[in-house]
C-alpha cells in the first residue's frame, strides 16, 4: 500500500487536473510532496500556497536532493512528461518507483467504494456534481475531480469518515481500467483518442472492459445511447418525452433563464426539477447523478436542491460575462458531438443572438480523425474563429491544420493567430461569444472578457 510504504510522493506533471488533485490528497495525508512542471499556471500558484514545493526548470541529477531516497520515494507520472526530461532519467536510472497517475488513483480507488463516472462527454461537470450532491447529503464523500469545482473552489474532497469516493473514470491511455468501481455513470461511447486505440470498436471494447471491473452489487446507470452488458445492475437513463428509459426526464424547458425538467422513475414522478447549469447534455448528467444516487439510498426530494444550486465547473458552459448586448460564456468542449451540443444550448438560452465561436482544435490526431465531424458541428454556429491546433503531446501531421479545417465549414469560418482574432473580436456589436477547447485558449478568457467589457 502506498501510506505505508512512502514518505514522499514526487510529481513529474504535477499542474495536470488529475496530478494536482493526487498531490493535494497525499498534502492532506502527511506526505512530503513535491513535483516539477514546465509553467507556472494559477493551479500550481495555488499548490504553493498550499504548502508544495514546485519548480520549473528541469533539475536534472539535482533532483535527488529534493526527493528523499528510493525507498522512501513514490515518482508519479503524467504522460505529458516527455520521456527526454533529465529529471525522469535519473530518477528511472536510480531505481526509484515511478507509476502513472491512473495506477495510484486505482490503489486509492481500493480503499473506498468507488463511484466511477466515465464517457466521452461529460465526465467532470457529472462527477463534480455528483460529489456536490452526495456532500450535502449525511453520506458525504470524497472526490478526485478532473475540473476545479465552482462550489468547492478545488478538485479535491475530503471527507474523511465516508465510505464513498467520486472519481472520473478516464477513457485515455486506457487510465479507467486501473479502478475498482463499486457502481458508475456512463455518460457516452463516442469514439475518441483514435491515436490509443485505432478504431471504433475497440474504443467501445475500452468501456466494455471497464463495465465488467464493476462490482456486482453495484450498479451502472447508463446513457440510452449505449449499449454494455454488466454483472451489475443496469439503469438507463435519457432526457427526451418518447424514450423508454428506467429514468427519463420529460417536458425540458427554460424559464426564467434556467433549465427546468420532470422526471419519471422506477419510484415516482418528480416535477419541476431545476437544473444549476444549462444546456440538454447537463440536464442528461443531472439525470445520470439522481438515478446513482437513488441506488445508494438518496431520494429525489433529497438532491433537487443541491442539483438547482449547483455552480458548476470552471470551463464547463461557465459564463463569464453578461451584459445586455454581449454575452461571454467559456467551454472546455473539444469533441464534435460536445460541440454541437454546447451551440444547441446556447441557442434555446439566447435564440435572437448570433453566435461568434472561437475554437482551438486539440491534437492533430483527434482533428484528423474527425475533421468533416469538426467542421459540421462548428457550422452550426454564426461566425467561426479557428486557432492553431493545440499539439499536447502530438508531433504536427502533414495537412492536417486549422485552415484545412477553415475550408470545410459552411458558416463564415476564418483562421488565424491570436492577435488575428482580437482583431476579429472587435467587429462583434452583440451576440454571444464562446471560447472552447481543451488546449490552452484559457489564457485568452480574461483579455477578451476586458476587451468585450470596454
Excluded at 458558416?411 to 464562446?434: D, P, R, T, Y
Amino acid at each position: 500500500m502506498i501510506s505505508t510504504q512512502f514518505s514522499n510522493i514526487y510529481f513529474l506533471g504535477i499542474g495536470g487536473i488529475g496530478m494536482s488533485a493526487l498531490a493535494r490528497y497525499f498534502h492532506t495525508k502527511g506526505f512530503k510532496v513535491a513535483g516539477y512542471d514546465k509553467t507556472i499556471t494559477p493551479l500550481i500558484k495555488d499548490l504553493m500556497a498550499e504548502g508544495i514545493a514546485i519548480h520549473t526548470s528541469d533539475m536534472g541529477e539535482k533532483v535527488e536532493s529534493i526527493v528523499g531516497t528510493p525507498k522512501d520515494t513514490l515518482v508519479v507520472v503524467t504522460p505529458a512528461v516527455p520521456k527526454s526530461l533529465k529529471e525522469l532519467k535519473v530518477l528511472e536510472a536510480k531505481g526509484f518507483t515511478l507509476r502513472k497517475r491512473a495506477q495510484v488513483l486505482g490503489e486509492i480507488s481500493k480503499d473506498f467504494k468507488t463511484l466511477g463516472v466515465a464517457g466521452t462527454h461529460g465526465k467532470t461537470t457529472t462527477s463534480t456534481l455528483l460529489a456536490h450532491v452526495l456532500s450535502h447529503s449525511a453520506e458525504k464523500c470524497n472526490a478526485f475531480l478532473g475540473g476545479v469545482s465552482s462550489d468547492f473552489n478545488s478538485n479535491l474532497v475530503i471527507n474523511e469518515n465516508s465510505p464513498w469516493m467520486v472519481v472520473e473514470a478516464d477513457e485515455f491511455d486506457r487510465s479507467f481500467h486501473q479502478l475498482t468501481p463499486f457502481s458508475s455513470i456512463i455518460t457516452s461511447v463516442d469514439a475518441d483518442h483514435l491515436d490509443i486505440y485505432e478504431d471504433t470498436s475497440k474504443f467501445k471494447d475500452a468501456f466494455q472492459d471497464y463495465a465488467n471491473l464493476i462490482h456486482s452489487e453495484g450498479s451502472i446507470v447508463l446513457h440510452h445511447s449505449v449499449q454494455l452488458d454488466a454483472k451489475a445492475k443496469i439503469i438507463t437513463y435519457g432526457v427526451g418525452d418518447e424514450l423508454v428509459v428506467d429514468y427519463q426526464g420529460v417536458k425540458l424547458r427554460v424559464e426564467d433563464s434556467r433549465f427546468v425538467m420532470d422526471i419519471k422513475t422506477p419510484y415516482g414522478d418528480f416535477s419541476n426539477i431545476v437544473l444549476g447549469l444549462p444546456g440538454v447534455h447537463n440536464a442528461e448528467n443531472a439525470l445520470a447523478v439522481i438515478a446513482l444516487c437513488d441506488t445508494i439510498g438518496l431520494s429525489v426530494e433529497e438532491v433537487k436542491m443541491s442539483i438547482g444550486n449547483f455552480k458548476g465547473v470552471k470551463r464547463r458552459f461557465e459564463y463569464i460575462l453578461s451584459q445586455k448586448k454581449i454575452t461571454y460564456i467559456d467551454d472546455y468542449a473539444h469533441h464534435p458531438t460536445a460541440i454541437k451540443g454546447l451551440i444547441t444550448s446556447v441557442r434555446l438560452l439566447h435564440p435572437e443572438s448570433p453566435i461568434y465561436l472561437i475554437f482551438q482544435p486539440h491534437l492533430y490526431s483527434r482533428t484528423q480523425d474527425f475533421m468533416d465531424e469538426f467542421a459540421e458541428a462548428l457550422g452550426t454556429a454564426d461566425y467561426v474563429y479557428l486557432l492553431p491546433i493545440y499539439p499536447a503531446r502530438e508531433l504536427p501531421i502533414k495537412g492536417v491544420t486549422s485552415e484545412a479545417l477553415s475550408t470545410l465549414i459552411p458558416s463564415n469560418a476564418k483562421f488565424g493567430n491570436a492577435k488575428m482574432m482580437f482583431e476579429w473580436l472587435e467587429k462583434v456589436q452583440n451576440g454571444v461569444v464562446l471560447t472552447v477547447g481543451a488546449g490552452d485558449i484559457s489564457q485568452y478568457v480574461n483579455p477578451i472578457k476586458s476587451m468585450l467589457s470596454s
